[in-house]
């Protein structure tokens, strides 16, 4: 596997100096943040990107994400516009020697929490998600926002869009997912793309708001949408994970062994209730998810793709964007590579 490092470009408070000092790693996974969704990223960005990293001694190894504009979800006519948007991103990226892509298919709202500094007891702060809280929630307030959200949305246009979504029902939003996977494999194939789709963060239903790719059955029939590795998965352990009934290792396991995980997050989280749980540092036993059994899945298959620090917590006074600290990435980061190393020792 290959340790990498999200880095949010030139406004992450964290330089690429010091992500470079951490030992072991040696990508990072960014994007074009300066283009809006559905638009081409033009070549010149990428190329930019792509320097800038390289002249600090890193290389760009996965683009997360290409956001899917949300009238491909919806499957209204202007999809085909935005479809061969999205072909033409991949063909700059491949130019560019991008192999790597991770997106998600999730209606309106990226991952969400209800807290982003709850205290945990050892005065650290950790992203949660607490149910009866998002219950009380209202997403149409208009004064809403948590990470995850797209904040350009404005009140009107956050209605809109949520009334546009009454009349996608499951079996809908899977025919939308189909036909954009349909035109959109070809091109990563060609351009030798693997492509990542990413759990929804939670994986479940989140203010009225569908969610399909949330276990491993549903995982199973996107794959069967389109049969190639190109059609793969980013396996998310803090998003599958925070479901109890995924088993998160035997799906790493069982999608490896098909060759469809073509990107890896590891987070871990803490179930504190049926549908509630609180972000953890990496280690075990902090959380519910055993990283020693992921990384012993992961040299199972013999992976050797891109693997990144999700979320962290924010310890030792930093402050900046929630789960996205330089400190707790990093010490997850090393113990990652640790368990790596003591895992393929063991078994020379
Ligand atoms: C990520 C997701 O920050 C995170 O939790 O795991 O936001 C992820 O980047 C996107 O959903 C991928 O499209
Ligand atoms: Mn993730």
Redesign the pocket.
């Known amino acids: 596997m290959k340790m990498t490092f ?1 880095w949010y470009g030139k406004e992450d408070p964290i330089s690429l100096e010091y992500i470079r000092q951490i030992p072991g790693m040696e990508g990072i996974v960014s994007a074009i943040y300066d283009v809006p969704v559905g638009e081409v990223r033009p070549l010149e960005k990428i190329k930019a990107l792509k320097q800038e990293i390289e002249d600090a001694g890193l290389v760009l190894s996965v683009i ?2 290409v ?1 899917v504009h949300e009238d491909i979800k919806l499957g209204k006519p202007t999809r085909d516009k935005y479809i061969e948007n999205y072909c033409q991103t991949l063909r700059h990226l491949s130019q560019c020697g991008i192999r790597t892509v ?3 298919f ?1 209606p309106v709202f ?2 969400t929490r209800s807290q982003l500094d709850f205290k945990l007891e050892d005065g650290s702060t950790a992203l949660i998600y607490d149910e009866t809280d998002i219950e009380k929630m209202n997403p149409l307030s208009g004064e809403l926002t948590l990470p ?1 959200w797209d904040s350009s949305y404005t009140k009107e246009g956050l209605e809109a869009l949520f009334n546009d979504y009454k009349s996608v029902d499951e079996a809908q939003l899977w025919e939308n997912l189909t036909y954009f996977v349909r035109k959109v494999m070809p091109v990563a194939e060609e351009e030798d793309i693997l492509m990542a789709i ?1 759990p929804d ?1 939670p994986p479940w239903k989140i203010f009225g708001l569908l969610r399909i790719i949330t276990n491993k059955e549903n995982l199973e029939r996107f794959i069967n949408i389109y049969d190639s590795k190109h059609n793969g998965l ?1 396996m ?1 352990s ?2 599958l994970g925070a479901d109890k009934n995924n088993d998160f290792v035997d799906m790493l396991k069982y999608f490896g062994d098909k060759e469809r995980v073509n990107f890896v ?1 590891a ?1 871990n989280v803490k179930l504190v209730g049926e549908k509630s749980f609180q972000e953890a540092a990496h280690l075990s036993e902090k959380g519910s998810i055993d990283m020693y059994e992921v990384i012993k899945a992961l040299h199972s298959f013999g992976y050797e793709g891109p693997i990144r620090p ?2 962290g917590r924010m310890i030792w006074g930093e402050t900046g964007k929630p ?2 600290g330089l400190y707790d990435r990093a010490l997850g980061a090393v113990y990652l590579n640790g368990l790596y190393e003591a895992i393929t020792k063991a078994n020379l």
Request: aromatic content about 14%; proline content about 4%.
């Open positions: 999200r997360e994400s956001p991770c997106y998600n999730r990226d991952w995850g990413h963060d980013t998310c803090g998003s997050h987070r999700d979320h789960g996205y």
